[in-house]
Every structure is written in C-alpha cells, then in structure tokens.
C-alpha cells in the first residue's frame, strides 16, 4: 500500500510503533473482555447506551487496530463483525488473538478512506478512536456511508473538543486554551511523537455527516469515573482533569 495519502502514511507508521510499545501486549486482556467499555476510561457500555441493540447485526470497524473492539460487538450478538486497518503489524495482533478465541472476525488492510468492499453491505460502521480521529472527515464518513444499508447506523468515539483546545502541543492537557478552534481540523504531531489527526469542531463534523446522508441522533460526553486513575500509556489526560471536564465524545448517527 504504497500509494496512500502522506498522512496515511504517516500514521500507519506511527501505529506500527505503538503496537510494538504498547498496543499488542494488552490485546489478549482486551479480547478476553466480557463486556463492551469505551475510551481510556473504560466506560461501560451499559452506563453510556451508544450503541444499537447488536443481535444480528453486520457490523464494520473503522480503524479497527488489534480489533478488541470488534471482538466485544461479537459477543454482544453481532453477526457478522469486519475490521479495516492499514496497519499491518495491528492487523498481526489481531489475527493472532482471533485465532485464539475462535470469534469469526473478519479484517481487511486497507485505510478507512478506501475499503474495498460492496456498497450497503453492513447494518453498523463503528470507530473508537480508529477513523474517527486518524483519517480524513470527509473522506471516511463518505466510506462510512457507502458502506451501510439505508436505516444503518454510525457510532465513532473522538477526542472531545474542549480538550484537544486545551492540548499543548507537548505535554499534558491544560487548563486553557491552547489552540484556536479553527486549527483542529488537521493536527500535526512533532517528530517525538509523529502523527496526523483530525478533530473538526462539532459544526464542522455535523455538516460533514448531513453532506453524506446522516442524521445526528445522539452526542454523548464521557467523563472519567470516579475511580479512573491516570491510563499507564495515553497519559496526556489525567483523570484529575477528565473528571471535571469530557475528555471523550461518542457521536450516533442513522444513514437516511
């Protein structure tokens, strides 16, 4: 796949290092995870109600990385579950954990701004924190929408806005502003820690979802329980500060 997008590019090589980091060695604790949780918090779903009932539902990931995510949704009744990642080394971890627990997941090597399958072919697009922050706006809810059936649905989890205003561009998330809004929607890493993210505000990302046939059905703020503690790897935010202020965003959206 040498024919991506420079920030595809750019964030396939960075996840590549992270999974070696971090992400592969938590996988199988995540994939032997019982109940479906969102964000770095680890919020219950049955606290949150994001998501449809799952019972019988085809259901593509969007930026599916090692695809404990996508593993939960099959559990919860699923019946059909396809993760998309360009990330070949996620796409080994998940592999590995779905060969160990015998879920029936399916994953295909391709960025989110491009899947190669069939228009409406599924009843359910999800990302957490997958496409939803790491790929061009348009041009994956564009996927997003091809890829559902009339009457699906699409449910993302972002980085909230108010804390990517408030992120620096070094360090830990503040309490000001640190950034003007207008400068979310494309983000830039430095070399210490390289990535492109996209974080449009909420009327930006509204229009986007309304230009590609969606209706907005629900925004749900997610702050850090009482209980969180700091995550031991996305350290940016501390609880301290989630508990005052949603550092998370769980948008659902039904394609009309």
Partial sequence: MSDVPAHVAINRDAWTATNAAYTDAVAHEKWAKMQITWGVWHVPE???RALPPMEGKEV?????GTGYFGAWLRRA????????????????????CEAEFHLGLEFVEASAEAVPLPDASFDLA??????????EPSAWIGEAARLLRRGGELVFLRTSTVAMLCMPDTGKVTTAL??????LSRIEWGEDDPGVEFHPSAG??????RQNGFTLSDIIEVYAPDSAANHPYYDHVPAQWARQWPSEEIWRASRV
């Fill in 60 to 64: 593509i990931e969007l930026g599916c």
């Fill in 178 to 183: 640190q950034r003007p809004q207008r400068a």
């Fill in 77 to 96: 009744g699923a019946a059909r579950v396809v993760g998309v990642d360009v990330t070949p080394a996620q796409l080994d971890t998940a592999r590995r």
């Fill in 204 to 209: 930006e990302l509204l229009r986007i979802l």
């Fill in 46 to 48: 049955g606290e949150l």
């Fill in 126 to 135: 999800v990302s957490e924190y997958g496409a939803s922050i790491w790929c």
